[in-house]
């Protein structure tokens, strides 16, 4: 029991669905996007998706969510992993998913940044909550070393 009472105990927090795609092109390479200004962690990089809305499947959330910001439209998501990722500003549960076929052009309609990547990432600062994921797809691909610089 925290010292602070009920009223500001904050290990009861529900946890906020995000569905998140790790789009993988015929190279083996995966995709990377930049958190828009005004969002918190702008500026750091992620692998593209965003909050589940009431009623919508993980597949349906990332469907809408990849279209709505990268003008895309993905054939199946497979579920991966789900994380949960405990924030300062929110407790989410992140459900990865692959996604390996997609139709339409890339379109950055946040005014985001993309990049295709493979490891160790390049692109830096990564997202705290991203960084499990590169550990996993160093873990399949039998990748040696840093996943990405810091
Ligand atoms: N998209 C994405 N979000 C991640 C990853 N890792 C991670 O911890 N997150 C966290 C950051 C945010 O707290 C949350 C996603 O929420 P968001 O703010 O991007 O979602 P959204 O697009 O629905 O945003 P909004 O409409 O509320 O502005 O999940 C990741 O790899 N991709």
């Known amino acids: 029991m925290s010292a602070g009472g009920s009223?500001?105990?904050?290990?009861?927090?529900t946890p906020v669905?995000?569905?998140?795609?790790?789009?993988?092109?015929?190279?083996?390479?995966?995709?990377?996007?930049?958190?828009p200004e005004g969002?918190?962690?702008?500026?750091?990089?992620?692998?593209?998706?965003?909050?589940?809305?009431?009623g919508e499947t993980v597949e349906e959330a990332l469907r809408r969510e990849?279209?709505?910001?990268?003008?895309?439209t993905i054939g199946p998501a497979q579920p991966w992993k789900v994380e949960l990722y405990d924030y300062p500003?929110?407790?989410v549960r992140l459900h990865f998913c692959k996604v390996y076929r997609?139709?339409?052009?890339?379109?950055?309609?946040?005014?985001?940044a993309m990049s295709w990547q493979e490891l160790p990432v390049r692109v830096r600062?990564?997202?705290?909550?991203?960084?499990?994921?590169?550990?996993?797809?160093?873990?399949?691909r039998a990748h040696q070393g840093p996943t990405h610089v810091e």
Request: glycine share 12%; net charge negative.
């Open 7 to 13: 009223a500001d105990r904050c290990g009861e927090r």
């Open 17 to 35: 669905d995000v569905a998140v795609g790790v789009l993988i092109d015929r190279q083996g390479r995966f995709l990377l996007t930049s958190r």
């Open 125 to 140: 600062p990564v997202l705290p909550g991203t960084v499990p994921v590169l550990r996993w797809l160093a873990e399949e």
């Open 89 to 91: 500003h929110a407790l």
């Open 102 to 112: 997609w139709s339409g052009e890339f379109e950055m309609r946040e005014r985001q």
């Open 66 to 72: 990849l279209h709505e910001e990268l003008g895309i």
């Open 39 to 54: 969002k918190v962690y702008a500026g750091y990089w992620e692998f593209p998706g965003g909050k589940l809305e009431a």
